[in-house]
């Protein structure tokens, strides 16, 4: 038997296979490897691949066209050689009658960790070199409040999270860390591109054992790792701009805000002192203000101030508490809140986004490019947020403010999708169903029947990572691992670049989209990091080319980045900060700022959906719907991890006993948890980790309709209930994180549907 080398979002490893079984090792010098690598091992033989081309019954029998039967139908199976003629006379189609702009292939999704098998940048070349381009995505859903807002204010989301070593400067130096949202290690066990060392907790553990105090706020007791005996402050979701302000007001009105750090590197003071005293709007931003609104003790909060400004803090704010209404708020209060301690570039100090919350963050950048498939030219310009897909395929010709642009949906008449699942990461999947009616084709490449695959016109079954030779590498990681295939492709999957140099060929665009060499030759050192402008330094290039036959890599770091210092508190001219001070490399500059939903300056806006909001009054608990401890994302969701934390073979849903007892609710009972826009079933567990009034229920179960004009999903898809706005005019993020609901005992008889299994045609 012969362990191969791999790599995952969740870890590298050594993969051998047992029998129809893959037993899997992670990698040797992985500190904290992760659980997630257990999905793995009954993956590739899984009753849930798609085993050959697949196309919907509706779209066999009838052609091209809006159906609402998307997601109910059954599914016909063809050979290849019969498929692909099929969908290149679709895309000819489309193309002639309407042109690419009519294309949606933004295609979002993690798909697997790899640098040419990369799902997305696939789709994206081929749409480029064989139609013309495509109507693109902009943002993520993790991030995307954050990366609008940051540049803005203190320079991009990547420049500020992934390039210095903050677990390392955390491990020896930090004293205090104020942590909005939590450091959840679930959540560093991932990164986008793969993680060959866990870091997380033997980092925060190293500091906790030299005296390093841990803070943090957030509703869920496991948002912080036991082992560093955080103080844990359950404040009410969605209140944690208030919190930064009350402790703002500390520090202002107590004379510790370090006033000459603020002039030296910061633009717009003044302003935000005014506002946190109340002096602009007549509302003093005091503790006890903090405390009315959020729930947390106004002294607590006054000490920890102190301490603050005392102390090397380092103050954090998780990707969850954007993804929510203003969620640019608390990540721009949280910069101005470690501005007013002046720690900000400060080793061990100032402020980090997402640290914890992401695998890679905290780490030093390679000193080197990562490979990257050149994607070709994208002759269209049109593009949406990432999360506003639903609007666009409902509402064509409508307009959207999005950071200072005003854009317009396109008509889409062909959706194309490699390597995401909308009908998992996507809020209100009712409306998104409805958008998903409208197109005239919808071609997907899956490995395993999910949700996205049932709403599909044809499904076209992809290999998956461990049946394909490729290079794993992320930027923020020392290693780049050659992933070896551990076992031959299931039936009929064919990797994403076979199929698309097959359709590009039967387009008469074969070269255009393979550039004339087979993937052997892409990968065996022909394949040089983009942009081709700008290859890496000679002595490199060695670490870069060949990386297969050599079984991997170990790139030298970058160097340090220097110091980050400048930082907008109001708006003003971005440059004006980025100018100030020797050390600075603060704010790019942006579009108009005032204009874009924010008040000026950081600021507490009312949300539609929280606690505190008339809306608590129908539907009186907070549904916490976060990541997955047990798999990533919706992925492998059948695997033995993520199958060994549902219970009753649903998804748990976390719930405080005051909430359980008032509706007779006791861990094991199947509840249902409801609001306007749906509901879901699930398992309850009551416990004291998740505060009272909130309700906890992760991501990723895939969508199990109970019926055809029943949406209520049987094993528990919290994006059932989400709601699907924009954070605000400026990022127009997803806020998938946080929606008001209510849960009843569900003593009915719930219908047998088996969510894995393929949705193929009878007779
Ligand atoms: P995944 O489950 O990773 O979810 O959303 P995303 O769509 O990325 O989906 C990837 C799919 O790609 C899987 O179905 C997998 O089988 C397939 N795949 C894997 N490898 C390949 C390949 O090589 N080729 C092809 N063709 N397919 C492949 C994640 C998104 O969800 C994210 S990033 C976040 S942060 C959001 N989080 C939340 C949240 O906190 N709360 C809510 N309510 N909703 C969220 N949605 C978002």
Same mark, same amino acid.
């Given at each position: 038997m012969t362990y191969k080398p791999h790599s995952s979002h969740w870890g590298a490893f050594s993969a051998a296979a047992v029998g129809d079984r893959i037993d899997v090792v992670p990698h040797p010098d992985d500190p904290c490897p992760s659980p997630i690598l257990d999905n793995l091992r009954d993956a590739p033989g899984h009753r849930s691949r798609v085993r050959k081309p697949?196309?919907?019954?509706? %779209? ?20 290849w ?28 999704g993690w798909s697997s960790a790899r640098r040419f098998h990369h799902a997305q940048s696939q ?28 540049? &803005? ?23 205090? #860390?104020?942590?909005?949202?939590? $450091? ?5 066990m991932v990164s986008a591109g793969g993680v060959s060392r866990h #870091? ?23 948002? $912080? ?5 955080? @103080? ?43 506002? #946190? ?27 920890? *101030? ?21 969620? @640019?708020?608390?990540? %721009? ?26 695998g890679n ?9 990562i490979p990257t498939l ?44 490699a390597g995401g699942n909308?009908?998992? &990461? ?19 490449h899956e490995q395993f029947w999910t949700?996205?695959a ?5 499904v076209l079954p992809a290999t998956m990572t461990l049946e394909r030779d490729d290079i794993g590498a992320s930027?923020?990681d020392t290693k780049m691992i050659a992933m070896k295939q551990v076992v031959a492709p299931q039936a009929g999957a064919r990797d994403d670049f076979e199929i698309f140099a ?15 060499r087979t993937q052997r030759e892409w990968l065996a050192g022909k394949y ?15 670490a870069l080319v060949g990386i297969l036959g050599k079984g991997g890599a170990s ?75 047990n798999r990533l994302h919706s992925q492998l969701d059948f695997g033995a991890a993520s199958a060994g ?55 990723g179960?895939w969508?199990?309709? *109970? ?12 994006? #059932? ?35 894995y299994?393929p ?5």
């Open positions: 697949a196309f919907r019954k509706g %779209w066999l029998d009838g052609g091209p066209g809006p159906d609402t039967r998307r997601g109910s139908d059954g599914y016909v199976e063809l050979e050689d019969e498929a692909i003629p099929l969908i290149a006379a679709e895309l000819t189609r489309v193309e002639r009658e309407y042109g690419p702009g009519r294309v949606f292939g933004g295609s979002y789709v994206h070349r081929l749409l480029n070199t064989a139609l013309g381009g495509y109507v693109s995505s902009y943002g993520t859903y993790s991030a995307g409040a954050a990366q609008a807002i940051m540049p &803005h204010v203190i320079g991009g989301l990547d420049k500020v999270a992934r390039t210095d070593d903050l677990w390392g400067e955390l491990a020896t130096t930090t004293e205090l #860390v104020v942590a909005f949202g939590g $450091m959840p290690v679930r959540n560093a #870091v997380a907790l033997p980092s925060m553990t190293a500091a906790h054992r030299r005296g390093a105090r841990f803070v943090m706020f957030s509703p869920l007791r496991d948002d $912080m790792p036991a082992e560093v005996e955080a @103080e844990w402050h359950a404040n009410l979701p969605l209140t944690d701009t208030a919190i930064m302000l009350g402790l703002a007001h500390v520090l202002i009105t107590e004379g510790l805000a370090d006033r000459a750090f603020l002039d030296r590197y910061c633009v717009g003071f003044d302003r935000l002192a005014d506002y #946190v005293t109340g002096k602009s709007d007549g509302v003093a931003k005091t503790p006890e203000w903090a405390e009315e609104i959020s729930g947390i003790d106004a002294d607590a909060l006054r000490e920890l *101030a102190r301490a603050m400004a005392a102390r090397r803090t380092l103050v954090t704010v998780s990707n969850s508490l954007q993804r929510a209404e203003f969620g @640019e708020q608390p990540v %721009w209060m949280g910069i101005a809140l470690a501005a007013l301690t002046g720690q900000i570039g400060q080793p061990g100090g100032g402020f980090s986004y997402s640290l914890g919350a992401i963050v905290g780490k030093r950048a390679l000193g080197v490019p050149n994607q070709g030219k994208n002759g269209v310009g049109d593009f949406i947020p990432v999360a506003r897909i639903t609007d666009l395929l409902l509402n064509p010709g409508a307009t959207l403010e999005f950071n200072g642009k005003v854009l317009t949906y396109p008509d889409i008449r062909l959706v194309y999708w909308p009908f998992h &990461h996507h809020q209100d999947l009712s409306r998104l169903r409805a958008g998903f009616a409208r197109p005239d084709t919808i071609i997907v949700a996205t049932r709403h599909a016109d044809i930027q923020n097959d359709l590009a060929g039967a387009l008469g665009r074969r070269d255009a989209f393979t550039g004339g040089v990091p983009a942009p081709a402008a700008a290859p890496p330094p000679g002595r490199h290039r060695a790139p030298p770091p970058g160097a340090p980045p220097g110091a980050r210092r400048g930082v907008l508190l109001c708006s003003g001219s971005p440059r004006a900060a980025a100018t100030r001070g020797p050390a600075s490399r603060g704010p790019a500059a942006g579009p108009p700022f005032t204009s874009l939903h924010c008040a000026g300056h950081p600021k507490w806006f009312e949300p539609v959906e929280w606690l505190g909001g008339a809306l608590a009054g129908t539907y009186p608990l907070q549904l916490v719907a976060n990541q997955p401890a934390r549902k219970l009753n073979g649903r998804e748990v849903a976390r719930i405080h006993p005051d909430d359980a007892r008032a509706r007779a609710i006791a861990t094991g009972d199947t509840v249902r948890l409801f609001n306007g826009r749906g509901a879901c079933l699930a398992t309850a567990v009551v416990t004291e980790d998740v505060r009272p009034r909130v309700v906890q229920l992760s991501t179960a969508f199990t309709p *109970a019926g055809t004009d029943d949406p209520t999903c049987l094993q528990g898809n919290p994006n #059932v209930l989400t709601r699907d706005v924009g954070t605000s005019r400026l990022a127009q993020g997803c806020c998938g994180q946080l929606t008001l609901v209510d849960v009843e005992r569900f003593d009915g008889e719930a219908p047998a549907v088996d969510p299994a949705p193929l045609a009878r007779g």
